[in-house]
């Protein structure tokens, strides 16, 4: 079994619990814990750790549990002979230190919230996997009748504990996705985080059909049926969070391949100036969701951040006096103050159903979670045209684009005209890891796509993240939304009206003022908040 390092766990965890998934410290928030930790370090005569570029060694962290790890907010992070070295956000716990270490101590200061990120790197979930995996072989061995994978099986089962501890990780390392892969000898097990996926571990073979079965019966799938994809969904508290996990299994040539989409609950809603939206955007964009009636569409493709914006509208617009009804598939977050319907085909419960039943609950605003078929876009524009607020998402490469998908599916063009008022279009780009930011030049083909795409060399210079332990190496950390906002004008209705090609709409949507995704990703470029080629590997336009 090979273990891979992967992303450290977020910032600002508690410091005398399980780690929590909290907002990220701003980076004023950083420089003033770094300034004080450097008064500190000067006050008491101590030098400070640069948990940057500076790892725990696994010796020296395994002196300590996590849990007192982050009682103390302290890490160890060398051990030589009897003396231990360890990074402190507070000299004074040095008593505490030499207790729980029962061994001398040199103290090193950071700040509090680079401390929690080395716990995170220093203390990982998988770390006890390959005892689990060992005991695993070792029963599969002797062949015993009573396998792990049962739906009896303990919590202590390997197989059991071997899938808990993948969750556990992925959650800390703020994974959307769990890919579950087997290739022959071996089960790969990679994490996406901030869009990208990164291996993370490699079971060996032998465990992966169990492991198969596990989640499956987590998720009441079939575990017989080993051809058929399946879907279903888990339910489950992970280290005191609440978390929804969406499974999807798949045939492939070396067995089945299993997805985890992670839906954290407890993590906190964006509201819409935290998306991303620069602020005359976010304004005219607030402005639209107070209209009585209408239609918004949300346009993007898999995985673009189109269910966070509706949600961060959800809350702009969400009051006493109005009826707010959702249909969903799944329900990703849940709000105390709006009625939220789940789908579910197998009971009879679809998209156009759920949208019809919802009319006849005297609904003021319907958040209707994806335009799917002409059925439910029909009902949807004719909920807009009779009253309702509406707002939903669509797949679509951009706002333009959304307009021409509805007319595909049979929308008739006066309909869409008089119904839809506006749409946004957005795609995620990593941010510059601010933790080591460094300037570079371009290559040349990164300065030419800038140059077309209206951009000018940043006052200060390009910068890009040089790769440190807070950011797992890739230069990036967190992500943030690109817009595009189109506002239906009666223009753009006309040439709706008039069935016009993509690029006309366009056209006049950007004389009107639109701003495109890629001039906003430029914009982003321009404030060093990321690089050119992120912009270039997640906006992906044609003639933008």
Same mark, same amino acid.
């Given at each position: 079994?090979?273990?891979?390092?992967?992303?450290?766990?977020?910032?600002?965890?508690?410091?005398?619990?399980?780690?929590?998934?909290?907002?990220?410290?701003?980076?004023?928030?950083?420089?003033?814990?770094?300034? +004080?930790?450097?008064?500190?370090?000067?006050?008491?005569?101590?030098?400070?750790?640069?948990?940057?570029?500076?790892?725990?060694?696994?010796?020296?962290?395994?002196?300590?549990?996590?849990?007192?790890?982050?009682?103390?907010?302290?890490?160890?992070?060398?051990?030589?002979?009897?003396?231990?070295?360890?990074?402190?956000?507070?000299?004074?716990?040095?008593?505490?230190?030499?207790?729980?270490?029962?061994?001398?101590?040199?103290?090193?200061?950071?700040?509090?919230?680079?401390?929690?990120?080395?716990?995170?790197?220093?203390?990982?979930?998988?770390?006890?996997?390959?005892?689990?995996?060992?005991?695993?072989?070792?029963?599969?061995?002797?062949?015993?009748?009573?396998?792990?994978?049962?739906?009896?099986?303990?919590?202590?089962?390997?197989? @059991?504990?071997?899938?808990?501890?993948?969750?556990?990780?992925?959650?800390?390392?703020?994974?959307?996705?769990?890919?579950?892969?087997?290739?022959?000898? +071996?089960? +790969?097990?990679?994490?996406?985080?901030?869009?990208?996926?990164?291996?993370?571990?490699?079971?060996?073979?032998?465990?992966?059909?169990?492991?198969?079965?596990?989640?499956?019966?987590?998720?009441?799938?079939?575990?017989?049926?080993?051809?058929?994809?399946?879907?279903?969904?888990?339910?489950?508290?992970?280290?005191?969070?609440?978390?929804?996990?969406?499974?999807?299994?798949?045939?492939? @040539?070396?067995?089945?391949?299993?997805?985890?989409?992670?839906?954290?609950?407890?993590?906190?809603?964006?509201?819409?100036?935290?998306?991303?939206?620069?602020?005359?955007?976010?304004?005219?964009?607030?402005?639209?969701?107070?209209?009585?009636?209408?239609?918004?569409?949300?346009?993007?493709?898999?995985?673009?951040?189109?269910?966070?914006?509706?949600?961060?509208?959800?809350?702009?617009?969400?009051?006493?006096?109005?009826?707010?009804?959702?249909?969903?598939?799944?329900?990703?977050?849940?709000?105390?103050?709006?009625?939220?319907?789940?789908?579910?085909?197998?009971?009879?419960?679809?998209?156009?159903?759920?949208?019809?039943?919802?009319?006849?609950?005297?609904?003021?605003?319907?958040?209707?979670?994806?335009?799917?078929?002409?059925?439910?876009?029909?009902?949807?524009?004719?909920?807009?045209?009779?009253?309702?607020?509406?707002?939903?998402?669509?797949?679509?490469?951009?706002?333009?684009?959304?307009?021409?998908?509805?007319?595909?599916?049979?929308?008739?063009?006066?309909?869409?005209?008089?119904?839809?008022?506006?749409?946004?279009?957005? +795609?995620?780009?990593?941010?510059?890891?601010?933790?080591?930011?460094?300037?570079?030049?371009?290559?040349?083909?990164?300065?030419?796509?800038?140059?077309?795409?209206?951009?000018?060399?940043?006052?200060?210079?390009?910068?890009?993240?040089?790769?440190?332990?807070?950011?797992?190496?890739?230069?990036?950390?967190?992500?943030?939304?690109?817009?595009?906002?189109?506002?239906?004008?009666?223009?753009?209705?006309?040439?709706?009206?008039?069935?016009?090609?993509?690029?006309?709409?366009?056209?006049?949507?950007?004389?009107?003022?639109?701003?495109?995704?890629?001039?906003?990703?430029?914009?982003?470029?321009?404030?060093?908040?990321?690089?050119?080629?992120?912009?270039?590997?997640?906006?992906?336009?044609?003639?933008?």
């Amino acid at each position: 079994m090979k273990l891979r390092k992967a992303q450290p766990e977020p910032r600002h965890a508690a410091p005398n619990a399980r780690p929590e998934v909290l907002p990220a410290a701003t980076e004023q928030d950083l420089h003033i814990e770094r300034t +004080r930790a450097r008064h500190l370090a000067e006050q008491y005569q101590l030098d400070l750790a640069d948990l940057r570029t500076v790892s725990p060694d696994p010796a020296a962290a395994a002196l300590i549990d996590e849990q007192t790890a982050r009682a103390l907010v302290a890490v160890p992070l060398a051990l030589q002979d009897d003396v231990v070295t360890v990074a402190v956000a507070d000299p004074s716990i040095v008593d505490d230190l030499r207790f729980a270490l029962g061994r001398r101590v040199i103290l090193r200061l950071a700040a509090p919230t680079d401390i929690l990120h080395a716990i995170g790197t220093a203390y990982r979930a998988l770390t006890g996997i390959d005892d689990r995996v060992k005991v695993f072989e070792a029963r599969d061995a002797v062949r015993k009748d009573i396998r792990d994978d049962a739906p009896g099986a303990s919590d202590d089962a390997p197989v @059991v504990q071997v899938v808990q501890l993948v969750i556990t990780q992925a959650l800390r390392d703020r994974a959307s996705d769990v890919h579950i892969e087997p290739h022959g000898d +071996r089960v +790969r097990v990679r994490y996406r985080i901030d869009g990208a996926l990164h291996d993370v571990l490699e079971l060996p073979g032998s465990i992966g059909p169990a492991v198969v079965s596990r989640i499956k019966i987590l998720s009441d799938l079939n575990i017989v049926e080993r051809r058929r994809p399946q879907d279903g969904q888990i339910s489950m508290d992970v280290e005191g969070r609440p978390v929804d996990i969406r499974v999807s299994t798949t045939s492939v @040539v070396g067995g089945e391949k299993v997805v985890l989409r992670l839906l954290d609950k407890s993590r906190p809603l964006y509201r819409l100036e935290q998306l991303g939206m620069p602020n005359q955007m976010a304004a005219t964009y607030s402005s639209l969701l107070r209209a009585p009636y209408g239609m918004v569409i949300c346009a993007g493709p898999t995985g673009s951040g189109k269910t966070t914006t509706l949600y961060g509208s959800l809350g702009e617009i969400n009051s006493p006096e109005r009826n707010i009804m959702t249909i969903e598939d799944p329900v990703e977050y849940t709000f105390d103050s709006i009625n939220q319907i789940q789908i579910n085909e197998a009971a009879g419960i679809t998209f156009a159903g759920g949208l019809r039943s919802i009319l006849r609950q005297d609904p003021d605003v319907i958040l209707v979670g994806e335009v799917r078929d002409v059925e439910t876009a029909r009902i949807a524009v004719q909920s807009a045209l009779t009253g309702h607020f509406v707002l939903s998402s669509l797949h679509a490469t951009d706002a333009a684009t959304a307009l021409h998908r509805l007319l595909d599916m049979g929308i008739e063009t006066f309909l869409i005209a008089s119904s839809v008022t506006a749409v946004v279009s957005q +795609r995620l780009v990593r941010r510059v890891c601010t933790n080591c930011r460094e300037y570079y030049e371009p290559k040349a083909e990164e300065l030419a796509f800038l140059a077309s795409a209206g951009g000018g060399t940043p006052a200060d210079g390009f910068v890009r993240g040089a790769g440190c332990n807070f950011c797992a190496h890739t230069g990036f950390l967190e992500r943030t939304g690109v817009y595009e906002l189109m506002p239906v004008s009666d223009a753009i209705r006309e040439l709706v009206v008039d069935r016009a090609s993509h690029d006309e709409i366009r056209k006049v949507a950007r004389y009107e003022g639109m701003r495109t995704l890629t001039e906003e990703g430029v914009r982003l470029v321009e404030q060093g908040v990321t690089t050119i080629g992120e912009v270039m590997r997640s906006i992906y336009m044609v003639g933008s």
